[in-house]
């Protein structure tokens, strides 16, 4: 079993087997383990924009209701990767190491960071994230970068102005190989500890 945790309701982990979706309605932070865990937890207040969120609409950056914390404890915790926005305020928050992207470079806690593109994954836009995993031995990724045929904002480093704009909905959603190779990770936690 995986727990799956700040993942959108009836969004790409509903339905999958032995997978646990914690949605906002259950309240991930309430998570208590056993299981491995992959991690989503909102970002709006530690993304790039969050400075303008902040003044737009009232978002403290960084206030996220301890959801990153959360999902960053029980990541150490029971094992699993967590996934955040390349760039994230919160990797500088909370001491973690910045990632590159084309390889998985070892932190002093022993956790695993990388930078990937979920366009390599399906996602029609650039969309760059930063991987924090707790595993013995983190897999090979697709580390490429594809060419983006949409985008997420209109801020021009996103393709904003000569390309289409994702929906909302769009925009966050997870792609289905992303999806599966995030659950790989946590699941290779799950066999070690059945080994």
């Known amino acids: 079993m995986i727990a799956a945790l700040f993942v959108a309701t009836d969004g790409a982990y509903f339905g999958v087997p032995d997978v646990d979706p914690w949605d906002e ?4 932070r309430l998570y208590a383990g056993p299981h491995p ?3 989503h937890p909102p970002c709006s ?3 790039q924009v969050a400075h303008v969120n902040q003044k737009r609409y009232g ?3 960084g206030d996220d209701g ?3 914390a959360s999902a960053l404890a029980n990541v150490r915790r029971v094992g699993g990767v967590l996934e955040h926005p390349a760039e994230s305020y919160a990797w500088r928050e909370f001491g973690l190491l910045r990632p590159v992207r084309g390889a ?8 695993w960071v990388t930078d990937v593109n979920q366009r390599a994954y399906g996602h029609r836009a ?3 994230t930063w991987l924090y995993a707790v595993v013995d031995a983190p897999p090979r990724l697709d580390w490429s970068n594809p060419p983006p045929v949409a985008t997420v904002s209109f801020l021009t480093n996103h393709g904003g102005g000569r390309l289409p704009r994702l929906s909302k909905r769009e925009a966050k959603a997870t792609p289905l190989p992303f999806r599966d190779m995030l659950l790989g990770i946590a699941r290779s936690v799950a066999r070690t500890e059945a080994a």
Request: aromatic share 12%; charged share 35%; net charge positive.
């Open 104 to 111: 998985w470079s070892r932190s002093i806690d022993g956790a």
């Open 66 to 68: 301890g959801c990153f």
């Open 45 to 47: 207040t530690w993304c």
């Open 59 to 61: 978002h403290r950056v």
């Open 25 to 28: 309605r259950r309240d991930a």
């Open 126 to 128: 650039r969309k760059r």
């Open 37 to 39: 865990v992959v991690a």
